[in-house]
């Protein structure tokens, strides 16, 4: 009997655990919401497109969870692409990451673009998707549209354009882009096409129709085509012009000259004249239009490159300082090359300042 009592009182112990533990799980707090992002796909093959052709793909992720998914960030692993996604996606909603890829920074070839995604999924805080293919190459060109000359050469570039893929491909225009045009550039660097053999071979020419100032030109030239995958298309344009005779820098800059009341400093600034072609230049003289602005030149490669010495030695009664130095050369086309002297002065006693 003693055995019976004893299993009897362990059963109830048993039972009175069981129902302890069932109420105490029956009080406990419910899990904790959260999202759950699911991207069916995440890696898309658009096969073969065409040089300079742009590729856009959206992909679909949705929310399985129970909160709001956010997602944070969409970082593409290079700069010739570009997201735009949906920020917040509901529970049980769906959502897009549209991405952009430039042609025109992607070469011949395999490419494989990323997106690292970013989210507030605790399981899945970020993953990457990817779009790969193969740039195939629509054009090749005989040379680059690219010069350099001096302001008194002929600009004129021609390069051949043959259209390599299987098929004919009709390039029906060229012309310059709209920043090209704002700039005013198709009223002075002219732009044709000639065809040789439509649908295979063109001609591109780029010419002078006015006259150019020294600098650099850096523009793009826009095909048009007859086809649904390559509507447009860009050449690449560089330019530069220089001058004969070049002054490095072109202006003084001496900022600003502290001098003691009632005194006078001199403040020494140098520059270079150059003679980019030949090597028969000569100085003739060089003048400044102030009392108190001198000038030195010391040849340094005999009739190609010299030296100049400015040295200024202002007043504390002036406040802004300007001038010029005339350089007058045994070349007909530059027989003054003008350097502009700017400044300012401050009267003081170089302790401002100093505790």
């Known amino acids: 009997m003693k055995i019976q009592r004893m299993i009897i009182a362990a059963g109830l112990v048993l039972l009175l655990s069981a129902g302890l533990y069932g109420v105490a799980a029956a009080q406990g707090k419910p899990a904790a919401k959260a999202p759950k992002a699911v991207v069916e796909q995440t890696t898309v093959e658009v096969g073969e497109i065409l040089e300079m052709q742009n590729v856009e793909h959206t992909f679909f992720i949705k929310n399985v969870g129970s909160a709001e998914l956010q997602i944070l960030r969409v970082k593409p692993s290079c700069g010739c692409s570009v997201a735009e996604y949906d920020k917040v996606i509901a529970p049980g909603q769906q959502g897009k990451v549209h991405i ?44 680059e549209m690219r010069w350099a000359g001096f302001t008194d050469e002929t600009l004129k570039i021609e390069s051949y354009i043959t259209v390599v893929l299987s098929s004919p491909m009709n390039i029906l225009s060229a012309r310059w ?80 000259m502290l001098i003691p009341p009632g005194a006078t400093k001199g403040f ?82 170089g302790s401002e300042g100093k505790k």
């Open 268 to 349: 020494e600034r140098s520059f270079d004249i150059i003679a980019a072609r030949g090597d028969s230049l000569k100085i003739v003289k060089a003048v400044s239009s102030r009392n108190d602005m001198t000038v030195k030149i010391q040849e340094l490669i005999p009739g190609k490159s010299f030296r100049g010495t400015v040295l200024v030695r202002p007043t504390s009664k002036i406040d802004r300082f300007e001038g010029t130095i005339k350089i007058q050369t045994n070349y007909p086309k530059y027989r003054e090359v003008v350097l502009d002297v700017v400044g300012s002065v401050r009267v003081g006693t």
């Open 177 to 256: 882009d709209d920043a090209a045009a704002a700039k005013g550039l198709p009223e002075r660097i002219g732009v044709k096409l000639d065809p040789i053999a439509r649908g295979k071979k063109y001609r591109l020419t780029v010419w002078k129709k006015a006259e150019l100032a020294p600098g650099t030109v850096v523009s793009d030239i826009v095909l048009t085509t007859d086809s649904p995958k390559l509507k447009e298309t860009i050449v690449p344009v560089a330019l530069t012009i220089m001058n004969d005779v070049e002054l490095h820098p072109q202006k003084i800059y001496y900022g600003e």
């Open 100 to 143: 952009k890829i430039d042609g025109k920074k992607i070469g011949a070839g395999a490419f494989d673009k990323g997106f690292l995604v970013k989210t507030n999924d605790p399981a899945n805080e970020q993953f990457n998707l990817s779009v790969k293919g193969f740039v195939a190459k629509a054009l090749e060109f005989s040379r």
